[in-house]
């Protein structure tokens, strides 16, 4: 038999191999029928009697879990019981079952389009992504209307490679690791819960393989590599022989990370560099710990904005600061104003489509164009600040004229909570991330006027060279080692030196274990990232010397071209790293 490749989204790393058990997750089929006016109070009825019914067993699984599991990945189940509160779905569904005379059934796969629709207009793959929770929860609710029984994890006998169309992340949650092996689906992508949470519980995973279920059967012998998103089916024996070595290599490379997990991240001559994590929730705090991470360096806001019709309060922006604040306190938050506008779009605040997003009425600008909605937040963050180490962060500042215009406001929204007497952090620090070049240009009067600074690169490297981070089709050109953004790197590096204020990185380039030493070699000291790659750069900066971290910078910035960077730093990785090289 031929061995057949498929290539999807990595959503969780390791190699597993295995026999595949097909999980049938097929969608279950429900007919939208007409109903008499007089039927109409019995089948809201029904439809009420199933949500309970979901909830109740959303509290059993929960039940079940809250022992084995770390807390931090209930509030996936508690997103879920809460959208069988939402309004939009609970009542939407019993709106139609009255006003157009349909059965429940109907009614709710109506009310569930209608809300997908609406996740579909947002462009960041994170907030889209949570589409798939309404889904699955409607999915589980349509399941107890028409009585059909879900196959369970649980029915599983012996180890599996589970192959399904798409799973809950409540299916996740049931995993025994000691039985299900790892997991591919068709659908899925890196941000699905049900990513994020194989990923913190170690559980290797391959999303969005499209039509890996029609390429196996039940029995068939699989090899999942979760750090490529590659599954192949019936494997040749050269390949499975391969694959064997490249687990065990694996496995003793994640043994060698686990061990270090604890430890700080100290180069071999003492220095201290701070790994931080990036969040969107507050329930994602506690993956930060998890993955031996110490605080959070970005806590984007925009997911308050999102996924509603109307604005977040105040008291909504005070409870998600303070709860991130309290959980991770006494390390800092660093909760950055919210970039709306470019690719993330909020319904509430009425935002006319642009012709040039990413250049449009985006982050700052919009913040300070729309002042209302800004000192709401503003309020919310320096309550926060009196329960934790909250610290702020202005996005795309381009000038110092849009950083006084901040100072101002901030000045007056501190004397309104002076005069009410409420409680916050008078010192509380103030940075800009720098992600347009002019601001990098400037640093250094930039410097003199903040606390700190946090570099974006992902906008960074889009803004200088010209390049749509968005758009598939130059994302070729997208180059973290390009002599121009080096450069605008190190310039933003001296000026913080001289400044003497603390330099941030929380781009994705902080997170790609390729780049660690060049940029502690530049200056950074703070880097902040996706969790699961923090024990992959602690690794590095455990091992390196910052004599070597600052040879390989120098060298890096000296090359002409973006290739010759990527070669000079290859190699010192293949030399210093080669175990690690190979899983790059
Ligand atoms: C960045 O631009 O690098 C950044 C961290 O912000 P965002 O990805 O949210 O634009
Ligand atoms: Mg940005």
């Known amino acids: 038999m031929q061995e057949k490749v498929y290539t999807g989204i990595m959503a969780s790393p390791g ?23 007089i039927s109409v109070k019995d089948e809201v009825a029904r439809f009420k009697r199933a949500i309970a019914l979901s909830k109740g067993q959303l509290e059993d699984l929960k039940k079940r879990f809250t022992k084995g599991l770390g807390k931090s990945h209930l509030y996936i189940l508690d997103t879920h019981i809460m959208l069988l509160e939402d309004k939009m779905l609970v009542d939407g569904t019993v709106k139609r079952v009255k006003e157009s005379h349909l059965n429940a059934e109907g009614a709710l796969k109506e009310t569930i389009e209608a809300i997908s629709l609406k996740f579909d207009t947002i462009e960041d793959e994170y907030l889209r992504e949570r589409k ?30 589970i192959i399904a169309h798409d799973l809950a992340p409540s299916d996740t949650l049931m995993m025994r690791k000691d039985k299900i092996l790892g997991f591919a689906t068709d659908a899925g992508s ?3 819960h049900t990513a994020i949470l194989a990923r913190s519980l170690g559980i290797p995973a391959a999303v ?15 090899i999942l590599d979760g750090i490529h998103g590659v599954v192949i089916v019936d494997p040749d024996e050269e390949t499975f022989l391969d694959y064997l070595k490249k687990q065990r290599r694996y496995k003793y490379f994640e043994q060698e990370l686990e061990n270090i997990k604890d430890l700080p991240a100290e180069t071999l001559d003492g220095k201290l560099i701070l790994l931080e994590g990036n969040i969107e929730l507050p329930e994602e705090v506690a993956s930060v710990a998890d993955h031996g991470g110490s605080g959070i360096g970005l806590y984007r ?100 004229h849009e950083l006084y215009a901040t100072k101002t406001i901030l000045a007056e929204v501190k004397a309104e909570l002076r005069a009410e007497g409420r409680a916050f952090n008078e010192q509380m620090q103030v940075g800009v991330m720098i992600e347009i070049p002019s601001a990098a240009l400037i640093a250094d009067l930039l410097a003199a006027e903040v606390d700190f600074f946090s570099v974006g690169t992902n906008d960074l490297i889009q803004y200088t060279l010209a390049i749509d981070r968005l758009n598939e089709h130059v994302a070729y050109m997208y180059e973290p080692l390009d002599p121009a953004v080096l450069r605008l790197l190190q310039m933003v590096s001296d000026a913080a030196r001289k400044a003497n204020i603390p330099l941030a990185m929380c781009g994705e380039m902080a997170g790609d274990p390729l780049y660690a030493a060049i940029l502690i070699g530049m200056g950074f000291t703070v880097l902040s990232m996706n969790v699961a790659s923090i024990p992959w750069v602690k690794k590095i900066i455990r091992s390196v010397r910052m004599q070597d971290a600052l040879e390989l910078a120098s060298l890096v910035l000296a090359q002409p071209t973006a290739e010759r960077s ?5 190699q010192f990785m293949d030399e210093r790293f080669p175990e690690l090289a190979a899983e790059l």
């Open 15 to 37: 190699i597993v191999i295995g026999r595949a058990y097909l999980l049938d997750r097929r969608k279950v089929v429900v007919a939208g029928q007409r109903i008499e006016e």
């Open 132 to 161: 798939h929770d309404v889904e699955q929860v409607g999915e589980r609710v349509l399941r107890n209307l028409v009585g059909h029984k879900q196959e369970s994890l649980a029915d599983i006998k012996g180890e599996a490679v």
């Open 190 to 192: 890196r941000t699905s």
């Open 208 to 222: 969005g393989l499209e039509n890996i279920t029609s390429a196996v059967k039940t029995g068939d012998v699989v």
């Open 301 to 400: 806001t925009e997911f308050l904005f999102m996924n509603r019709l109307t604005l977040p309060t105040e008291e909504e922006h005070y409870a998600a600061y303070r709860q991130v604040a309290e959980r991770a306190a006494p390390q800092e938050v660093v909760v950055r104003t919210f970039d709306l506008g470019g690719d993330k779009i909020a319904v509430s605040t009425g935002f006319e489509k642009e012709s040039n997003p990413a250049l449009g009425l985006r982050a700052i600008r919009f913040s300070l164009k729309q002042q209302d909605i800004f000192r709401v937040q503003l309020r919310g963050i320096l309550r926060a600040s009196a329960h934790g180490n909250i610290k702020i962060l202005y996005p795309m500042i381009s000038g110092l």
């Open 566 to 570: 990527r070669q000079a730093a290859v």
